[in-house]
């Protein structure tokens, strides 16, 4: 199952599909340092770094030398789209998906796989979703759509995404998605997905790239697969101000600015400020560092490894950049695991 991988950021949709065992040609997106780690962490896979409008058939083709794609996977950038923004229909962003269409048009695989924002379905009345759907109607695919909870799949994350799955219109491949292996009671939570990680703090060592305890459970030693001699990147924790640390301690596990005395409630204005994660339930969806979110227990944001696991970025994937950088790739990439489900249930069928 050969894969093509658009705005691929650093690579938790095509690491996805390699744990079910695609290989993953090509990957592209205009993002140097998400691109690095992308080629770090995809070793066989070949990169172009550019914006997608301006990337020539010519150098795709080089790319992938020759290989018949199977699949070709993306999520375009949805900020236009996103919540946390203005939104609005002519947003250049939300027409990036043109840019999709048109290398699908070339490279004619078996199946598509677009990824986006659950907004993309109802926004401005349905009209993005369905110009989605015309476009690649007129160049030859049916697209079905679904929004799927990365927490049904595996993920300590609570990350709703809009699926597309695609096929070329009359071909007998009939692909739906995939069915969900966990429930709200057997969901992975944040005490399951981090305790094994150090607990660092300000008053300890800056970055411990040693393990605190052994694996307590399937989740963990699912993360530790493939890594040397037990050593862990990107754990380097963020050091808070005094009164920022004395404000997170008075917010309890799952709270967030409502629960702050009334004289502090106003320091962050939006539904999301002052959040603390709970350690017995999944994480909401992360941000991509902007120092919302705290540890369940620890009176921090996540440190970037910590952040990768609630994503289910196995710990041998490794970030490069700096540290903002490093948030962004995490924050903005689709959780593995839900790449995996999805890519199964392609493999079953194509």
Known sequence: MNV???????????????KAGANVLL??????????????????????C??????????????INGKKVNVIIGGPPCQGLSLSGPRKYDDPRNKLFLSFVRIAEHLSPDVIVLENVPGIL????????????????NIGYELKHKVLNSADYGVPQIRRRAIFIGVKKGSNIDIDFPEAILSEVSYTTCSEALSDLN??????????????????????????VGVEDGFLNNHLITKHQDKVKQTIALVPEGGNYKDLPEELRGSRKFNVAWTRYHSNKPASTIDTGHRHHFHYKLNRVPTVRENARLQSF???????????????????????????????KIKENI
């Open 199 to 224: 607990d660092l703090d300000d008053i300890l060592m800056p970055e411990s790239k040693s393990y605190k305890t052994k694996a307590v459970n399937d989740y963990q030693k699912m993360m530790r």
């Open 4 to 18: 093509v991988d658009l705005f691929c950021g650093c690579g938790g949709l095509s690491a996805g599909f390699e």
């Open 122 to 137: 109802s926004l401005f009345k349905g009209e993005i979703k369905n110009r989605i759907l015309e476009e690649f109607y």
């Open 27 to 48: 990957g592209i997106d205009q993002n140097a340092a998400a691109l690095k780690s992308f080629k770090l962490n995809h070793k066989n896979s070949q990169i172009i």
């Open 314 to 344: 196995p710990d041998a994937f490794i970030f490069e950049g700096n540290k903002t950088e490093q948030y962004r790739q995490v924050g903005n990439a689709v959780p593995p695991l839900l790449g995996y489900a999805i890519a199964m």
């Open 50 to 63: 550019g914006d997608i409008e301006q990337v020539s058939i010519n150098d795709i083709d080089n790319a």
